[in-house]
């Protein structure tokens, strides 16, 4: 392998912008932290799992400076495995690493387990569960974040699955918090009586009477089973959207609530939901599931796929794509990844197609709109949100 260097890694096929970075100071912090637990020691192949690393700094910096073999990593993003294998092509690196799903394929014999922490609670949950339920006895989590986004909170759901949490000093505004000492099930001899170890593969529901919707996630999907405000908008006016489509995209389709709601009022609909979360996929699928009947064949007509923003969809193949997109790359607030949805669904709509976008008002993507994919209307607009239908620009006319 090339001398590691992390100025080599990049984030493409990831936005790229000069406020983005492929590497940060957590990355740094968790890679010398296991360094520190190894002590000199050369890990085992099989030993260090890698879980949220972003573009392939915690992936790539174990092999070249822990002497890692058989490095297994989770993303949940598909651009994130994207990212890491043109990082690992880029360096030279081989067959070194395997993406797995959260499970006991992943964490099977590690002992070592680097963690770049999520957002929300019920996903730290999750992963430290798994890691708690299927690693060594004597496995080390580290679980490493900027400063500013850490709370004590985090120590106790740690704490729900390991005996022992504490934090490292913090470094460059990171700090790493170090779990060890798995409980195993509940009240089992010698461990506490709350002990938690959930699987990783749990999935809630929640009904909402107010949609008529069963809700699934799994703990690391975005919202979890709430439904989302901007969603709940666009839901209201999904009647009065394109009704002739016979083909429509629930673009970043989070737990499937759009894509489900579209088939069930639209029996003659085929829906695609599309999202590069894993745990989206898994969310969708089972939101599929807990709302589908015989009448309704909700599973023969939507089909769920992980993809990378639509990159697997054909040219002006969709009569209709919703879309309620991000405005976050990571932590840091950036358009960039909505820019990129838009012009993705210029491609993939039919020339009478239409795009269903809702957007926080303040975010004024009309006229982006209507550069990036065509003739650009208002539908609705509350305190929050604005609905915007937006139709292909007819073939030869300005992008201007």
């Not at 990844?337 to 976008?357: I, K, N, Q, S």
Request: with cysteine; aromatic share 4%.
């Amino acid at each position: 392998m090339p001398e590691f260097s992390f100025d080599a890694l990049r984030r493409f096929p990831d936005h790229e912008a000069p406020n983005l970075f492929a590497v940060d100071a957590t990355d740094r912090l968790l890679l010398d932290e296991a360094a520190a637990a190894l002590d000199g020691r050369v890990p085992a192949a099989g030993e260090i799992v890698v879980v949220g690393d972003a573009y392939g700094a915690l992936t790539l910096g174990a092999l070249a400076l822990l002497g890692a073999t058989d490095v297994r990593v989770h993303q949940d993003a598909a651009v994130g495995e994207r990212a890491l294998a043109a990082n690992a092509e880029r360096l030279g690196v081989d067959g070194s690493f395997r993406n797995l799903p959260l499970g006991e394929e992943l964490f099977a014999g590690a002992s070592l387990v680097l963690l770049q922490l999520p957002k929300h609670l019920e996903a730290l949950h999750e992963i430290a569960a798994a890691v708690a339920r299927w690693s060594t006895a004597d496995v080390l989590l580290l679980a490493g974040g900027r400063v500013k986004h850490l709370t004590p909170a985090m120590n106790d759901v740690l704490g729900r699955s390991f005996s022992t949490v504490a934090a490292s000093l913090a470094r460059q505004k990171s700090r790493v918090l170090r779990a060890s000492g798995p409980v195993v099930a509940a009240g089992a001899e010698g461990q506490p009586a709350d002990a938690d170890t959930t699987a990783s593969t749990t999935v809630r529901t929640e009904h909402h009477a107010d949609i008529g919707l069963t809700i699934a996630a799994t703990g690391t999907a975005f919202a979890g089973t709430k439904l989302d405000i901007g969603t709940r908008f666009l839901l209201e006016l999904l009647p009065d959207i394109a009704p002739s489509a016979r083909t429509a995209i629930d673009l970043g389709c989070g737990t499937g609530v759009l894509a489900v709601s579209l088939a069930i009022a639209r029996p003659e609909l085929a829906v695609i939901a599309t999202d590069q979360s894993a745990a989206a996929v898994t969310s969708t699928t089972a939101t599929i599931a807990a709302n589908d009947d015989a009448d309704r064949r909700l599973a023969e007509r939507i089909t769920v796929v992980r993809d990378d923003g639509l990159s697997t969809q054909p040219d002006a193949s969709a009569d209709l794509i919703v879309l309620n997109p991000p405005f976050h790359s990571g932590t840091t607030v950036h358009t960039g990844v909505a820019h990129d949805l838009f012009a993705e669904a210029a491609r993939v709509l039919r020339p009478d197609g239409t795009l269903a976008v809702v957007w926080n008002s303040h975010l004024g993507y009309r006229a982006v709109l209507e550069r990036l994919v065509g003739p650009t209307t208002r539908l609705a607009r509350n305190q929050k949100f604005t609905v915007t239908l937006s139709h292909p620009r007819a073939a030869g006319g300005t992008t201007d």
